[in-house]
């Protein structure tokens, strides 16, 4: 069965830059798994960043945005922030109606 | 404003069965597919089921299909989950999230109520 894979966690210090990325065990992803991108804070809901690959959700700031590196879908943070500290989710389309969420990285900024 | 509103979680035994519910409001409820989201304690986000806006397909995850049915009242605006032969491991907050069309019968939540905690104790 394939697993959709996200690195476990990841460190960037205020005002950096970092790619966080979603892939997969077996398979390259493309546009067509339709990657979409959440961010999480303890005790809250997630909040949606990027979905359709790279098209930012109403009101997410342009720092976030989504592509294809490689052979996996990527969220990019430039100039981070302190409160981007968070969980970040990707979750693909797998076909037939079947969705599959990422491990989550969980993002520290310092 | 979209809203979501799930209710209905608890403590409940091996074996049991609960059905969980999803008040939506702010959005035209019957064009929009639904999905159900859960999230294990201190764990990450897993997909469980969605259901289209018409509630004639519906969609599952291997981990719950033929024990958890997906439905919704559209008159009611309501969402359903009704879970049965429970397991330990499906403890978890059980989210409903409105989900957008991406094509075909793909779909990604996009708006996300605050959860509700089913805890099935070992």
């Known amino acids: 069965q394939t697993v959709v894979t996200q690195e476990p966690s990841f460190s960037v210090s205020p005002g950096g830059t970092v790619t966080l990325t979603c892939g997969l065990t077996?398979?390259?992803?493309?546009?067509?798994?339709?990657p979409s991108w959440y961010q999480q804070t303890p005790g809250h809901a997630p909040r949606t960043l990027i979905y359709n690959t790279n098209i930012r959700s109403s009101g997410v700031p342009d720092r976030f945005s989504g592509s294809i590196l490689g052979n996996k879908a990527a969220l990019t943070i430039t100039g981070a922030q302190a409160d981007d500290e968070a969980d970040y989710y990707c979750?693909?389309?797998?076909?037939?109606?079947?969705?599959?969420f990422g491990g989550g990285t969980k993002l520290t900024v310092l | 404003e979209v809203q979501l509103v799930e209710s209905g979680g608890g403590l409940v035994q091996p074996g049991g069965s609960l059905r969980l519910s999803c008040a939506a409001s702010?959005?035209?409820?019957?064009?929009?597919?639904m999905t159900w989201v859960r999230q294990a304690p201190g764990k990450g986000l897993e997909w469980v089921s969605t259901?289209?806006?018409?509630?004639?397909?519906?969609y599952y995850a291997d981990s719950v299909k033929g024990r958890f049915t997906i439905s919704r009242d559209n008159s009611k605006k309501t969402l359903f989950l009704q879970m049965s032969s429970l397991r330990v491991e499906d403890t978890a907050l059980y989210y409903c999230?409105?989900?957008?069309?991406?094509?075909?019968?793909?779909?990604?939540?996009?708006?996300w109520g605050q959860g509700t905690l089913v805890t099935v104790p070992s």
């Open positions: 259901i289209s806006g018409s509630g004639v397909s519906t």
């Open positions: 702010g959005f035209t409820f019957s064009y929009s597919a």
């Open positions: 979750v693909l389309y797998m076909g037939s109606g079947i969705s599959a």
């Open positions: 999230a409105r989900s957008s069309s991406c094509g075909g019968d793909c779909y990604r939540p996009d708006s």
């Open positions: 077996s398979g390259t992803v493309s546009t067509n798994y339709y």
